[in-house]
């Protein structure tokens, strides 16, 4: 079992930069591929990036090369540095966690709650 808590969302101005944060409690995350997702008010759940087990990384093609996941295993933790911000990236960030799957789709066992990040412009 993995509890996941996010932290770290907030109001900020486009073309600023934020980071999110999530934290593990239960089994460790090292052998976990984890990923962050979100949603904005009427659509569906997107992924945004994944780290895998290994360390191999897998952005989505809105938000590549302004947002950079990673991890520490040490601290049971994941983070999203966003930069760039624009009111497009406004949405609920959730991360995942699952020992099988690594994609961006929603087939991850674990989910956090949210957190939530708005760009205002």
């Known amino acids: 079992q993995v509890q996941l808590v996010e932290s770290g969302g907030g109001s900020v101005q486009s073309g600023l930069s934020l980071r999110v944060s999530c934290v593990a409690s239960?089994?460790?995350?090292?052998?976990?591929?984890v990923a962050w997702f979100r949603q904005a008010p009427g659509k569906e759940r997107e992924g945004v990036a994944l780290?895998?087990?290994?360390?191999?990384?897998l952005y989505a093609p809105s938000v590549k090369g302004r947002f950079t996941i990673s991890r520490a295993n040490a601290l049971n933790a994941l983070y999203l540095q966003m930069n760039k911000l624009s009111p497009e990236d406004t949405a609920m960030y959730y991360c995942?966690?699952?020992?099988?799957?690594?994609?961006?789709?929603?087939?991850?066992?674990?989910w956090g709650q949210g957190t939530q990040v708005t760009v205002s412009s």
């Open positions: 995942a966690a699952d020992q099988l799957y690594c994609g961006l789709g929603p087939s991850y066992e674990y």
């Open positions: 239960g089994n460790g995350l090292s052998s976990y591929c």
């Open positions: 780290i895998g087990s290994d360390g191999r990384t």
